[in-house]
């Protein structure tokens, strides 16, 4: 630890007394300065050691001394060394005095002590305290890089927490915590994932000092070497961080960002490897996936799994954060802590492809948050298949592109294929080319009705609702059977089709429930 005022006193050497603020001598020195100006304030720093013999002060005016000490302590001088013996025999009465008002510590420095001799003594200490800090940065280094290659980031933010005695938690890419340490950490950390958000939309590097009482001080570090924010790293300590704290901070934030580096080049080939599984499912090669995927997808392939599609929401911001990034990002952090395998391809440069467990923490991590949204709250749109195996991938791809479809033209941010199966077909049908081929089709019908001949729109629907049973349509209508007969044999002369063709039935039929559908919107 640096020298103290304390520690000089108590050096053999240099004989000091004290003379006032007893109270004060565990203040740290940063240095010891001589000055005889009767002002010296503007040379100083704080946490000095002023030096003088009072050559040019008047030390018996009492009201001279209080301005004097007044300006000293406001400077941020720890404490003044007076030589006796040299123009005064003792310390005045007058400067003991304001230095007691002040809290000012008085030291008495003896005729046969120099000034440079407490100098030497002040910079020897901090030379001292200094390589005791840089020792203990480097063995930090080295157990901090030991446990990095023993253990991985989970151990370098366990012996970081240990050397700064206080508390540690890394973060992803997304933001969330993917390690703490120690455990009850976990909480603190996740409380500030809004100043985690900030610091990821400053370039790396970037750093943060937060924290919600003066005993909890937070400084946040980010990890990455480009552009973007590839993690950030937050420690909690009690008081600022010394030098040799400071140290073990820098080497984790080192040893981590080379972490997250080499992870995205693993990340880059596992996507190229991914990116062949995925070919291979597609083309109904499902043995040679698996051989491929070995045992980095091969778990994955082996339960009922999902496809997910995504593609941008909108044109993307040149100057944004690329929202598919974003998307596989989130999608690989929710794996990663649920400890799932995941297959996170770029389709092309605007869709992304993931290949997650069925029931798994990446579905439901999308769903929660996207589910909800509309696909003008949302960055980006997703398809998602129902749950398949490898044998049946070509048929989920399809399915999540539907599904993907379906959500563009109801302006979703997430569809689900089941969706598409367990509801109806006409919210797929709701868009302007279905509605103009119903209004074509129908439109002599409409154009019958409105002359006020017969009402064979309405006629129609019921006989198609009754399945062609005449008696129950009839009655539906209340009208005799035999009207009814003739009102369809009008509706084959004025479409000129045949009501016994099943796609004739079918094909009206659709068209009558979206131009009813259009007349409620």
Known sequence: MPPTLASLVQHSALKLTVRAGEDRLETPVRWAHVSELADPVPYMEGGELL???????????????????????????????????????????ALVEAAKEEGLPLLAVPRRTPFLAISKAVSAANAADQYRAVTAGFEAQRELTRAALAEGPDGVVVRLAAHVDGWAAL?????????????????????????????????????????????????????????????????????????????????????????????????????????????????????????????????????????????????PDPAAEAPLHAFAEAMESAAARAGEAVLVVPDSDERQVVLAADGGAVVAACAAEYGAKEAEDAAIVVGLSAPTGPIAAAGAYKQAEQALSVARRRGRALVEHEELAAGSILPLLADDAVRAFADGMLRALYEHDATGRGDLVASLHAWLSRHGQWDAAAADLGVHRHTLRYRMRRVEEILGRSLDDPDVRMELWLALKTTSATTQE
């Open 51 to 93: 030096l003088v013999t009072a050559m040019t002060l008047d030390a018996e005016d009492r009201e001279a001394m209080r301005r004097y000490v007044r300006r000293l302590v406001g400077a941020g001088v720890v404490g003044l060394g007076f030589a006796v013996g040299v123009y005064y025999e003792d310390v005045p009465d």
């Open 171 to 315: 973060y992803d890419a997304s933001g969330a915590v993917v390690a703490a340490s120690p455990e009850w950490a976990a909480r603190r950390a996740a409380r500030l994932s809004g100043d985690v958000e900030r610091l990821r939309e400053r370039s790396a590097p970037a750093s943060a000092v937060v924290g919600d009482t003066d005993d909890d001080r937070v400084e946040l570090q980010s990890l990455g070497t480009g552009r973007r924010v590839r993690g950030a790293l937050a420690v909690g300590t009690g008081a600022p961080l010394g030098t040799a704290e400071r140290y073990a901070v820098h080497s984790a934030v080192a040893l981590l960002t080379l972490t997250t580096e080499r992870s995205r080049s693993l990340q880059a080939a596992e996507q190229r490897l991914g990116a062949a599984v995925l070919r291979m499912l597609l083309s109904g090669q499902q043995d040679h996936a698996r051989a491929v995927a070995g045992d980095l997808y091969g778990g994955l392939l082996d339960a009922p799994f999902r496809l997910l599609i995504a593609e941008p929401a909108s044109e």
